[in-house]
């Protein structure tokens, strides 16, 4: 009985004892506290926002883009072929409006923006603009949200309005306002960072290392350079239907 009394203290001595040398801190990372706060930090913040925007929005899903799939496969001088019948259903179910809320193409677009609008956020949220490069920073994530939204709209007639990072626990519904009232939000969004001046398309291919001819890939990269008269013409063109 002594030998096991004697076993269990020493195993709590020794537990104790090494405790405080089981919080290592991690290594190769930046804390997120002490990140966001340096003009360096805003341009890597961004840098990243555009690379999100590559793989989520550009990005191919093995042998296709889900945005161009999404709006284009649907019309009738389209054809959704293959090598036969079934062959990439997943462009043939939307050629054929026979898609339902599994749908690949669908849920990689609808995935992707809001992976986007996500990155925006982070920027948003925990950059002020007190200088120059954090209110182009924060000007052009201010931008490229609206332009996920309105695509949103446009997809989606209402869906839910992210202006923020989420908590695990928030479950988004769609937007009360209503279509025209996210198609407004879109616009003046979209109008705020026109009094900053945005870097341009060669600029950026100079921050991400692209050369020509990988250009076509990226050539939506630079959208936020027109978002602006894009969301607010829309908008400008329904309120005159009205």
């Given at each position: 009985m002594k030998k096991i009394i004697y076993s269990l203290l020493s195993a709590t001595l020794l537990f104790s004892a090494c405790e405080d040398r089981l919080n290592i801190e991690q290594k190769g990372v930046i804390p997120f506290e002490s990140f966001y706060q340096t003009d360096d930090d805003a341009q890597n913040a961004l840098n990243n926002l555009y690379q999100s925007f590559c793989l989520n929005i550009a990005g191919n899903e093995g042998i296709y883009i889900a945005l161009p799939v999404l709006f284009n496969e649907p019309g009738d001088d389209m054809l959704a072929a293959g090598n036969y019948y079934g062959d990439n259903d997943f462009g043939a179910?939307?050629?054929e409006f026979r898609y339902d809320s599994q749908n690949e193409v669908i849920k990689n677009a609808y995935w992707g923006l809001y992976g986007v609008i996500y990155d925006c956020n982070l920027i948003l949220d925990n950059i002020e603009p007190t200088t120059n490069i954090k209110k182009r920073v924060c000007a052009e994530a201010r931008a490229l949200r609206a332009w996920?939204?309105?695509?949103?709209?446009i997809g989606w007639n209402c869906p839910p309005l992210v202006d923020h990072v989420l908590s695990a626990d928030i479950k988004p519904?769609?937007?009360?306002?209503?279509?025209?009232?996210?198609?407004?939000w879109c616009a003046s969004e979209a109008e705020a960072p026109?009094?900053?001046?945005?870097?341009?398309?060669?600029?950026?291919?100079?921050?991400?290392?692209?050369?020509?001819?990988?250009?076509?890939?990226l050539e939506n990269t630079?959208?936020?350079?027109?978002?602006?008269?894009?969301?607010?013409s829309t908008h400008q063109a329904t309120s005159a239907k009205k």
């Open positions: 179910q939307l050629n996920a939204h309105f695509t949103l709209a519904t769609n937007y009360e306002g209503g279509h025209d009232k996210l198609i407004e026109s009094q900053v001046r945005l870097v341009s398309l060669w600029e950026i291919m100079q921050v991400q290392k692209i050369t020509s001819s990988k250009l076509s890939n630079n959208l936020y350079l027109v978002i602006a008269g894009q969301i607010y």
